[in-house]
């Protein structure tokens, strides 16, 4: 679920307007997190939420970040637009929400 009270969450412009985590040495998968996080933010069921396979491949979403964390190649992170959010995934397990669209670096 989003972080109301993280201090990292800032309400500058570069900062994500959410931050969430999910545990994939757990056994979530981080397409599902997605999912349940934007849910949570839209205040939506999840089967109500345009699929997410329409944005982004989810197996391969998974597949990423278990590959990433199986190689120990350090933080991987993979961005896309979904749901009226700039999303952010990375293989450490969070999840950052961007109103609109993810940062340009």
């Known amino acids: 679920m989003p972080s109301t009270d993280d ?31 934007v849910a949570a933010l839209t205040g939506n069921r999840p089967v109500d ?12 979403l998974d597949s990423l970040i278990d590959h990433a964390r199986r190689t120990d190649a350090g933080t991987h992170e993979l961005w896309f637009a979904y749901a009226g959010y700039g999303i952010g995934v990375r293989s450490d397990g969070r999840i950052q ?6 940062p340009t670096a």
């Open 49 to 60: 939420l345009e699929p997410l396979y329409e944005v982004v491949d989810p197996d391969a």
């Open 7 to 37: 201090p990292t969450d800032a309400s500058d412009a570069d900062e994500p307007a959410y931050t969430t985590t999910f545990d994939p040495d757990g056994g979530e998968r981080a397409s599902e997190a997605v999912i349940t996080a």
């Open 97 to 102: 929400f961007y109103d609109g669209a993810a």
